[in-house]
């Protein structure tokens, strides 16, 4: 297991609102290295090309990457299949795609607001993972965010992505905590299941 890790923030969100995961992160024995970007102003493309010349800087890392981040670390590992990674932790990421996103996009102060990440969140990405290194994914259930002010989502959700776009194919494992999906950055429960995950490529059941 690597002691670095990567961590990307989703869309609309400065380096700093990792602050606090990264600590949690920390404690726990690892090194952890932000990477920050711009989510409305350039895409995902672009983002994977930057965040691939960081992730070579900081040299073998585990990612924990929150909503847009983890399309952006997807694309990445997709593309730089030569990188060595360790284990790979996603929070709340659309990777198929967001209903609430697609509402918000509907209107022109929301199509501002998504900027070059508008396709994201109305198609998401390739959704699977074909790499050997193990791929974890936390969706929270606590509906409190942005996407309801949109309309009621149906099914389980943390208040901006539903728990069934959050699904990659190949990933090893889900796990559903009751978070909302800006909270889940600043829980210890999240925190502590992601450092689970990155040291032995598995949620701790116990903790559940």
Do not use: K
Not at 42 to 49: F, I, K, S, V, W
């Amino acid at each position: 297991m690597s002691r670095e890790v990567i961590l990307v923030p989703g869309l609309w969100m400065a380096g700093f609102a990792m602050l606090r995961l990264g600590a949690h992160l920390s404690r726990s024995g690892l090194r952890c290295h932000t990477f920050g970007y711009s989510g409305r102003a350039r895409p995902l493309a672009a983002h994977a090309e930057r965040l691939a010349r960081f992730a070579r800087s900081i040299g073998p890392a585990g990612y924990v990457a929150h909503s847009l981040g983890g399309l952006a670390v997807l694309e990445m590992l997709e593309a730089e299949r030569s990188l060595e990674v360790g284990a790979v932790v996603l929070l709340g990421a659309p990777a198929r795609g967001s209903l609430s996103g697609r509402r918000l996009a509907r209107a022109g102060i929301g199509r501002w607001m998504l900027g070059e990440s508008a396709p994201l969140w109305e198609e998401g990405r390739r959704a699977r993972w074909t790499r050997p290194e193990p791929l974890g994914v936390i969706a929270g259930t606590l509906p409190i965010g942005l996407g309801l002010l949109l309309g009621s989502l149906p099914g389980a959700n943390d208040g901006v992505v539903r728990v069934e776009e959050t699904e990659v194919e190949g990933m090893r494992e889900r796990l559903l905590l009751p978070v909302s999906h800006s909270a889940m950055l600043l829980s210890a429960r999240v925190a502590a299941q992601c450092a689970a995950f990155l040291r032995a490529g598995r949620f701790d059941a116990l903790a559940r």
